[in-house]
């Protein structure tokens, strides 16, 4: 929906909530059948001694709390780098902070 405005979606699956395939052909084979648009990258820890660097550097750069669930936790990012947590709430109740940030000149997501 907003991709042509410069959003840019990128998701990486974590077996550590025993939600998740347990590999990645598993993972490219779930979201190829439901036809996922963004960018999904390969399994990795988003918590702990194997967290995924995206993962730390993220949580630095917020409030540096342990992912609870990755289906309730999302970052906004600006094009200056700035990162803003939201923890448990669903993609839609971001909506309208996505349309701000993309209203912005200066920034993107």
């Not at 410069?6 to 395939?21: D, K, R, W």
């Not at 630095?60 to 448990?88: C, M, P």
């Amino acid at each position: 929906m907003y991709s042509k405005q410069g959003l840019n979606i990128v998701a990486m699956p974590s077996t550590q909530f025993n939600q998740e395939h347990k590999t990645n052909s598993g993972v490219a084979e779930f979201v190829t059948s439901k036809g996922v648009e963004f960018t999904v990258l390969g399994l990795g820890d988003v918590n702990g001694a194997n967290e995924h660097p995206l993962y730390t550097a993220l949580k630095e750069r917020s409030s540096q709390k342990d992912i609870r669930w990755n289906f309730a936790t999302y970052f906004l990012i600006d094009k200056k780098g700035e990162v803003t947590r939201h923890d448990g709430v669903s993609p839609m109740e971001l909506e309208e902070k996505i349309g701000a940030l993309l209203s912005q000149e200066s920034c993107a997501l």
